[in-house]
């Protein structure tokens, strides 16, 4: 059962870079019926994608983020990553990564259990 | 920048049905995913594609799409689809820009 984690840290600074990691166990990142997905939710909030990453590399970032984030792909690992620049008190929230598959029309079918980042100093 | 309107609410008695709209200008033209999100978990696709169900997913589900809206039916409310749901689609823009609806919490009564 394909299996997607989180991680980073929880607490960043204002003005620094948030850094997080999404490890895929139980099946292959390289897949190319695929596309891998960052989704944040500020609290008590609404779900906001930020973008998403073929396992080839190829990107789309949501427009009102696109200046400030960097996803990328490590298929060694089976990892792929979401940086998220200069960073404030909005950028506070349960981020997720996500599977997008074609088989249901590269809808988000599997999800982490997500992470919190604070941002404060 | 495009937006994905959804009701904040909805209350529903137990074996009733619950009807959540979504409307969006490029509804016409993009497919929608509905998704459920109970507190402090994850979101769970239970919708894709406007009226496709993923396996695993109760037949109670149901969705559809009528123009600029589209509406997720849950039939026979149980009292564990108390949740948050929201709607998905991409503008129509070609950007490939996928956006949320504004989310609706669903209370059974």
């Known amino acids: 059962q394909l299996q997607l984690q989180e991680s980073g840290p929880g607490l960043v600074k204002p003005s620094e870079t948030l850094s997080l990691t999404c490890t895929v166990s139980g099946g292959s990142i390289s897949s190319s019926s695929y596309y891998w997905g960052w989704i944040r939710q500020p609290p008590g909030k609404g779900l906001e994608w930020i973008g998403s990453?073929?396992?080839?590399?190829?990107?789309y970032y949501n427009p009102s983020l696109k200046s400030r984030v960097t996803i990328s792909v490590d298929t060694s690992k089976n990892q792929f990553s979401l940086k998220l620049s200069s960073v404030t008190a909005a950028d506070t929230a349960v981020y997720y990564c996500a599977r997008q598959t074609e088989y249901y029309d590269n809808a988000f079918d599997i999800w982490g259990q997500g992470t919190m980042v604070t941002v404060s100093s | 920048s495009y937006e994905l309107t959804q009701p904040p609410s909805v209350s529903v008695s137990p074996g009733q049905t619950a009807r959540i709209t979504c409307s969006g200008d490029?509804?016409?033209?993009?497919?929608a995913y509905w998704y459920q999100q109970k507190p402090g978990q994850a979101p769970v696709l239970v919708i894709y594609?406007?009226?496709e169900r993923p396996s695993g997913i109760p037949e109670r589900f149901s969705g559809s799409s009528s123009g600029t809206t589209v509406t997720l039916t849950i039939s026979g409310v149980q009292a564990e689809d108390e949740a948050d749901y929201y709607c998905q689609s991409a503008d129509s823009s070609g950007t490939s820009f996928y956006v949320f609806g504004t989310g609706t919490k669903v209370t059974v009564l």
């Open positions: 490029a509804l016409p033209k993009q497919y």
């Open positions: 990453i073929y396992y080839s590399g190829s990107t």
């Open positions: 594609k406007d009226s």
